[in-house]
């Protein structure tokens, strides 16, 4: 919901987005505590059932992995969202304000690029996992593998329009 000012001391509001801001929040933080609170009873019940009664849940273990793909894609989105991703904020903090906005323009040019790269793969490798079955749950392996398809197209959104508010379309013609 913020993003640094030009100064990268506080935190701004969206100007431009906030409803969109707002719901991209919605949609990716409740999901995400949701799936940390899940995450924590499946793993917690599968070690009870295999060390205490000696009776192993065969499907935890990969409904926690399944799950926490999903964890890892909507915890980069939300990163991303929030302006926390890693980044090289030390480097980019001792720049000048004048050649600052150019570095975070670059940056968020090369984000956009690689996810724009990167989105065919995560969705051909989602189509070529889809007739593939889980052994335990019998679910489809797309299923999984649809988390990082999702997080690509999200953090795409958000870059997209970080970009639009952060940078002039000056900044983004010369970066690009």
């Known amino acids: 919901m913020h993003l640094e000012d ?5 935190p701004v509001a969206l ?3 906030p409803r969109l801001d707002r719901g991209l929040a919605l949609l990716t933080e409740i999901p995400a505590a949701a799936l940390v609170a ?19 849940l065969t499907w935890s273990d990969e409904l926690a992995s399944i799950l926490f793909l999903w964890l890892a894609m909507l915890g980069a989105v939300i990163a991303l969202r929030r302006g926390e991703h ?6 980019v903090g001792r720049m000048s304000p004048t050649v600052r906005p150019w570095v975070e323009s670059l940056a968020l040019m090369l984000v956009i690029v690689f996810l724009v790269m990167f989105l065919p793969a995560a969705l051909e490798h989602m189509e ?4 593939v079955v889980t052994p335990a749950l ?5 299923m999984r593998v649809a988390a990082i398809a999702c997080g690509a197209v999200l953090m795409l959104l958000i870059a997209v329009i970080k970009l639009i508010e952060k ?7 010369m970066v690009v």
């Open 6 to 10: 030009e100064a990268g001391a506080a």
């Open 15 to 17: 100007r431009r987005f």
């Open 38 to 56: 899940l995450e924590v009873v499946i793993l917690l019940a599968g070690v009870i059932s295999r060390y205490v009664f000696n009776q192993p």
């Open 86 to 91: 890693m980044r090289l904020s030390t480097f």
């Open 128 to 131: 070529q996992q889809w007739p």
């Open 138 to 142: 019998e679910i489809p392996d797309g």
């Open 167 to 173: 940078c002039s379309w000056k900044q983004v013609t």
